[in-house]
């Protein structure tokens, strides 16, 4: 009797652990599954709405700018206003007012850069003197009478010595160097001042 009864308790001891190790199993598969579906989900989410710049980074502040760009007979510069990001620092802010005036007008103005044209660098010293660098194709490309050479460096003076406080003068370089000249008609080895006698009649400065 003894070790029927044994037998008996015995074998309900290794049920219960098979029963518990079945449970413990099932609990494992489910949570898998789970798990699987969760991250099932968060994949198709993201698929099918992908993020944007701006949930991903905080979306940057605007400001008004005033660019300067030709009329159709280049003998004068009008002004246009475009919102660009707003930066903190001199040069990063000059950066953005080239980059807008090298975009091209949005209100069908005459374009005073070249297509392709690409800006290296700004530097800006104690002077408030901004030494801007292009890459060579702003002389290889520019359609070079002396009113279109005019019209490139007055529209970017201009454009940098209105929209950015810590500028006063603007060196224009190719590539890191000083040039002569964009095409041989206006001397480009010293530092240009805005022109204000360049401005359409009767347009504003900004």
Do not use: W
């Not at 070790?3 to 413990?24: E, F, L, P």
């Amino acid at each position: 009797m003894g070790t029927k009864k044994q037998k008996r308790t015995t074998d309900i001891k290794v049920k219960k652990k098979k029963k518990s190790i079945r449970k413990s199993l099932l609990y494992f598969i489910v949570a898998v599954v789970v798990v699987f579906l969760i991250l099932l989900f968060v994949s198709l989410f993201e698929y099918v709405f992908p993020p944007t710049k701006d949930t991903v980074t905080k979306k940057k502040e605007k400001q008004q700018v005033t660019l300067y760009f030709s009329d159709a007979n280049e003998r004068f510069l009008i002004p246009e206003k475009r919102y660009i990001p707003k930066e903190n620092n001199p040069e990063q802010q000059a950066k953005e007012v080239v980059k807008a005036l090298l975009d091209g007008s949005k209100t069908k103005l005459i374009n005073t850069f070249p297509e392709k044209v690409k800006l290296e660098s700004i530097k800006i010293d104690e002077g408030q003197t901004a030494y801007v660098s292009f890459d060579h194709n702003l002389v290889q490309l520019h359609p070079g009478s002396s009113a279109s050479e005019m019209a490139t460096i007055y529209s970017l003076t201009n454009s940098l010595i209105q929209n950015v406080s810590g500028i006063k003068k603007v060196k224009l370089l190719i590539a890191g160097k000083e040039i002569e000249s964009i095409k041989g008609h206006i001397d480009t080895r010293q530092p240009f001042t805005m022109n204000k006698e360049l401005l359409a009649p009767g347009s504003k400065e900004g």
